[in-house]
């Protein structure tokens, strides 16, 4: 594939489907553009400063990142943050960004974030009264399987399968498939390989409970 054939393909369709989210900052350091997963996550930050959701003590990494990608000093970098999602909770997540070019003038800058497991879990959490299936169910989502795939690792049929996917997201209020595998991650029940370069969580909103 060459670069004229990228022009043709749909590329900011594919971001906006990502099950992982991703955002566009402008030069103010405001949210211009942000995807589904990230709504999910985090609501509609457009036009909110990009600090706003960064916990206190990772702003000033938050602001030293985004700089130096603006004046130009660093193409790509991968960091850790933590950040507050629409709940007020507290988010380990690992980003990666690169500064948005228009006629060679950084205009902004482009990033994904990954969630990180906790090293504890959740007091309390709703994910502590899930059934040995619920469990190996949440584990296959977090795996990026949807439906099909999940009824054919289970040994089941779809319909059976879908019913355990709306067992899981009862159990825990999660309002969708991304949230219970992010509820997961935060609460270390589920463990992110980030050195793979699979798609752990691709298809957790692939298709509806």
Known sequence: ??????????????????????????????FSWVNRALV???????????????VPEHRQLA???????????????????????????????????????RD?????VFGIAIPLAQTSRVEGSPLDELTPRQLEVLRLLAEGLDTPQI???????????????????????????LEVVLMGFRSGLLRPDLTQTGDEVEAATADGP
């Open 104 to 108: 060679d003038r950084v205009v902004g």
């Open 40 to 54: 999910d996550i985090f609501g509609d930050l457009r036009g909110m400063s990009f600090l706003e959701r960064v």
């Open 151 to 177: 009824a054919r690792r289970l040994g089941v049929a779809e319909e059976t399968a879908r019913n355990h996917i709306r067992a899981l997201l009862r159990t825990t209020g999660a309002h969708s498939r």
């Open 63 to 101: 602001r030293t990142n985004f700089t130096r990608k603006i004046v130009g000093q660093v193409s790509t970098q991968i960091f850790d943050m933590v950040v507050i999602d629409r709940e007020g909770g507290r988010i380990p997540m690992r980003f990666s960004s690169a500064p948005l070019r």
């Open 1 to 30: 594939m060459t670069p004229n054939d990228l022009v043709a393909l749909d590329l900011p369709g594919a971001v906006a489907d990502l099950a992982a989210p991703a955002y566009v900052i402008d030069r103010d350091g405001r």
